[in-house]
C-alpha cells in the first residue's frame, strides 16, 4: 500500500495487525473480552485518522484526531494488559507497543501543530 500520508498508512497497518492479534486471541487463548477491546480501540485508531482526513474545518480535524490519540492510548493500556497478563507473547506486545507510541507520537505532534495554526491565525 502505497501511502504519502504517514499517519494514515501507520494506523492502517497498525489495525491490520491488530486484527491479526485478535484472531490470534481468540483461536489460541480462548480469549474473547480482551480481544475485542483491543481489537475495538486499535482499529479505531486509524479509522478516526480516516475521519480527521475528510474534516470539514480545523477544529473538526483537532477533534477527530484527539479521538485517535485517545483511542491510541486506550489501545496502549489495552496492550500493556495483555502482555503483563501472559496473553500475548512479550517479543510481539513490545513490538505493537512500540508501534502504538510511534502513532501516539505522530498524532500528538499533528495536534500540537494544527492547535498553534489555529492560535494563531
Known sequence: MKNDNVVQGKSFIFALRIIKLYRDLIEKSKEYDLAKQVLRSGTSIGANVEEAIGAQSPRDFI???????KEARETHYWLRLLNESSLIEKKP?????????????????????????????
Open 63 to 69: 477533534s477527530k484526531m484527539s479521538i485517535a490519540y
Open 93 to 121: 506486545a513490545e513490538s505493537m507497543l512500540c508501534d502504538v507510541d510511534e502513532l501516539l507520537k505522530i498524532i500528538g505532534s499533528i495536534q500540537r501543530t494544527m492547535r498553534t495554526k489555529i492560535h494563531n491565525s
